[in-house]
């Protein structure tokens, strides 16, 4: 069956850097819309990234030019990329796979990781 692990959270000062990976088993990602979501206690999850036809991306405005996601099809991962990160980008990351392109909606991903905390100090 399908299966995605997150790794690669930590805590951070503001400014700093984190890679996150989504390791895929079970199918390809190049068959699937790979999605990065996150999601602080008592709020709803969030979209953060997309990717899927082998280079189309979509960022939410409130990482773009600071978040890079990518993929590595030899090693069926997807990462997220997170440069000069703020306290606001604390929360707990999830990689998700869908079918629909490009899609910011929660709902259009039917397979999820278990999460991986970011934090970020002020």
């Known amino acids: 069956q399908v299966q995605l692990v997150e790794s690669g959270g930590g805590l951070v000062q503001t400014g700093g850097s984190l890679r996150l990976s989504c390791v895929v088993s079970?199918?390809?990602?190049?068959?699937?819309?790979m999605g990065w979501f996150r999601q602080d206690p008592g709020k709803e999850r969030a979209f953060v990234a997309a990717?899927?036809?082998?280079?189309?991306?979509y960022y939410a405005e409130s990482v773009k030019g600071r978040f890079t996601i990518a993929g590595d099809n030899v090693k069926n991962t997807v990462y997220l990329q997170m440069d000069s990160l703020k306290p606001e980008d604390t929360a707990l990351y999830y990689c998700?796979?869908?079918?629909?392109?490009?899609?910011?909606?929660?709902?259009?991903?039917?397979?999820w990781g278990q999460g991986t905390q970011v934090t970020v100090s002020s």
């Open positions: 990717r899927w036809g082998g280079s189309s991306t």
């Open positions: 079970g199918r390809s990602i190049r068959n699937y819309v």
């Open positions: 998700a796979a869908g079918s629909r392109s490009g899609s910011h909606y929660p709902r259009d991903y039917p397979y």
